[in-house]
Every structure is written in C-alpha cells, then in structure tokens.
C-alpha cells in the first residue's frame, strides 16, 4: 500500500537559514511519481515539483531543490536563503501508476523574519 | 485558461440539512479528484474520477456522501443529512490524467455545519 511520511509536524527558521524538509514513501510498484504542493496561509494547494521513479536527478530551482533517494524512499525538499513568505504548510505526495494521489501529513514551515 | 474553480467558497448549514458542493475542472482535465480537510490537518481522500467513472469510492466517509459528475466537467460532491464532524474544506483538483500528473487544487469550499 501506498504511504507517505512527514515526519517533521512543524519547523521554525530564522529568515536566510537553509531548511530541509523530509518526505519518507512507501510503495511496492516500480513505477510510481513524486509532487511537493504548498499550501500557504492563504489555502489554496500550490504545485512545487513532480518526479518520476525513474528520474532520479536531484532539482534546483532557484532557492528550491529536491533530493530523491530511492534506496531510502525519500524525496526531501531544501529550501536555501529562506524568506517569510515560505511559510506555508508543505505536503509531499506519492502516486502510483493509474492509482490515487496519497498526502503526507504536512510540515508547517515559520520563517521568521 | 482558467484554474479550477468550486462554489460556494463559504457554507454555512444547520445540522441534518443536505448540501451541494461544485467543482469547475481545468478545461481538458480528465482526472478529479475530492478531499477533505479539517482545520490545520492535512488532505483526506475522498474520491475521484477519471472521466465521468469513480472507480475508487473508498475514501468516502459513509453513505451520506456522494459524488458525480458530468462527462469530464462539472462534478458535484453531496452531503446528506450533515453532522457537525463535516465541517472541513472539502477540495477539488484536476490533472490532465489520473495519477501521472500534478493535481491543480481549486480554493476549496469551507462548510460550517451548526
């Protein structure tokens, strides 16, 4: 069965410190795809990334990058420099081929200034 | 074009009434997909369709909840007889196909049950 792990419930930084973000999966299918969203105060879920199991390049862009591991189904997600407006809640999702999305519980990032 | 959209954004119902909750999909999408969430937790499933077929209806609470929707437009998710434990958004989003694709969330419906 598909399973995601948030581990970290809440993170407080300092504004310009980097922060990883951790995202554990569990899956038994070899093909499956990876997505960070956002939720910010405001609500609405904003899409970050997707990744498929077969990709396992790490991606920047710009102050985001994504570190895949498959031999420790993680997908963690740093965010370098971090400003005030990163504070959001950040969800990592997993997906198997032709089968529903399942969310991690969430990790509510506080960039203080 | 347009992202998806949901209506009301607000709801507000007594105990034991029915309500009705719209999603607009992203023009093209095959795929949409229903959750819940409940203050300051995170996405429950509810259910989703791939065109208008729901082959996964797993995630719905209980027989009070029910979903359809038309070709691969307009869906709307109905709760009968609403409990004070429903109150939660209840969020649409689409992908251009099921599964292999982000999922573009609308604003979601927040609904107060008194």
């Known amino acids: 069965a598909q399973k995601v792990t948030q581990a970290q419930t809440e993170i407080s930084v300092v504004e310009k410190e980097d922060v990883t973000l951790d995202c554990v999966y569990e899956t038994r299918d070899t093909t499956y795809y990876l997505f960070w969203y956002k939720q910010p105060p405001s609500g609405e879920l904003v899409f970050l990334i997707r990744?498929?199991?077969?990709?396992?390049q790490n991606e920047i862009s710009g102050r985001y990058s994504w570190n895949f591991q498959k031999s420790t189904s993680s997908f963690n997600f740093t965010i370098t420099a971090s400003q005030v407006v990163d504070s959001a809640v950040y969800f990592c999702a997993l997906s198997e081929y032709g089968q529903n999305f399942v969310f991690g519980p969430g990790t509510r990032l506080s960039v203080l200034p | 074009g347009a992202g998806v959209s949901q209506s009301p954004s607000n709801k507000v119902t007594e105990k034991g009434k029915d309500v009705e909750l719209r999603c607009d999909p992203i023009s093209g999408h095959t795929a949409l997909y229903w959750y819940r969430q409940r203050l300051g937790q995170g996405l429950e499933f509810l259910i989703y369709?791939?065109?208008?077929?729901?082959?996964?209806k797993s995630g719905l609470p209980s027989d009070r909840f029910s979903a359809e929707r038309t070709g691969e437009s307009v869906s709307t998710l109905t709760i009968q007889r609403t409990q004070q434990e429903d109150s939660a958004v209840y969020l649409c989003?689409?992908?251009?196909?099921?599964?292999?694709?982000?999922?573009?969330f609308g604003p979601g419906t927040r609904l107060t049950v008194t």
């Open positions: 989003a689409s992908s251009w196909r099921l599964s292999t694709y982000e999922q573009y």
């Open positions: 990744r498929n199991s077969f990709d396992e």
């Open positions: 369709f791939q065109g208008n077929s729901a082959p996964d």
